[in-house]
């Protein structure tokens, strides 16, 4: 089993950063992480992937997010910057033994409200 737990959420205005962490627990060795987020009334999408590095990036967050991992700590980061409004949803930590991460074959935190306004 693994415990995800996000943090970092919150509200902030156009053009400006957030950092959301995800911290993992139980089983840590899992070798694909990632970052998805579902908006109102949306279905959830991918947004960045990790294997030992940066390995994908939605195109709408290319240039602006950056993904990455502290082992030690074992912690996953979504460095958020450039905010914009469409940014605005639930973000959500996922792990999985494959890549792609598929939602019935990952490990899924509890999100974290990211909104942007204009």
């Known amino acids: 089993q693994v415990q995800l737990v996000e943090s970092g959420g919150g509200l902030m205005q156009a053009g400006g950063s957030l950092r959301l962490s995800c911290v993992a627990s139980?089983?840590?060795?899992?070798?694909?992480m990632g970052w998805f987020r579902q908006a109102p009334g949306k279905e959830r999408e991918f947004v960045a992937a990790?294997?030992?590095?940066?390995?994908s990036y939605a195109d709408s967050v290319k240039g602006r997010f950056t993904i990455a991992k502290d082992n030690a700590k074992n912690t996953l980061y979504l460095q958020m910057n450039n905010l914009r409004p469409e940014d605005t949803a639930v973000y959500y930590c996922?792990?999985?033994?494959?890549?792609?991460?598929?939602?019935?074959?990952?490990?899924w935190g509890q999100g974290t409200q990211v909104t942007v306004s204009s």
């Open positions: 996922a792990a999985s033994n494959s890549y792609p991460i598929r939602a019935g074959a990952a490990y």
């Open positions: 139980g089983r840590t060795f899992i070798p694909v």
């Open positions: 990790w294997i030992t590095a940066p390995i």
